[in-house]
């Protein structure tokens, strides 16, 4: 399985970005999956995750109302809609993807997933 991310760039705060992830080389519909972020000299965080089915989200509580992850399980794809962007979301953003869990489980921790992607760097100037 190859996970490979885009649309990062740098954008002044309250604009928007969308962030994509495609799949390839395992089945997508199978997969849990979810976006993390790793700012200069901190850990990496969730963002936001999504099951296998589309039907349960999570978002950490800096980006709720803001960030919506999406997926299309026909175009092999997960989305990240970031709206009103901080300089605080400043990061590198990474895709991951967990194979084979219940339809509707969600993953938040880095441990529990099995793929990465590279990730897209996003820079939010203030």
């Known amino acids: 399985v190859q996970l490979q991310a885009s649309g990062g760039g740098l954008v002044q705060a309250g604009n928007s970005l969308t962030l994509s992830c495609i799949l390839s080389?395992?089945?997508?519909?199978?997969?849990?999956l979810g976006w993390f972020r790793q700012a200069p000299g901190k850990e990496r965080e969730v963002v936001a995750a999504?099951?296998?089915?589309?039907?349960?989200?999570y978002y950490r509580n800096s980006v709720k109302g803001r960030f919506t992850i999406s997926r299309d399980n026909i175009k092999k794809t997960m989305y990240l809609q970031m709206n009103s962007l901080k300089p605080e979301d400043t990061a590198v953003y990474s895709c991951?993807?967990?194979?084979?869990?219940?339809?509707?489980?969600?993953?938040?921790?880095?441990?529990?997933?099995?793929?990465w992607g590279r990730g897209t760097l996003v820079t939010v100037s203030s």
């Open positions: 991951a993807a967990k194979y084979g869990p219940s339809r509707g489980d969600i993953f938040t921790s880095v441990m529990d997933y099995d793929y």
């Open positions: 080389g395992g089945p997508f519909s199978a997969q849990a």
């Open positions: 999504i099951s296998r089915g589309g039907g349960t989200t």
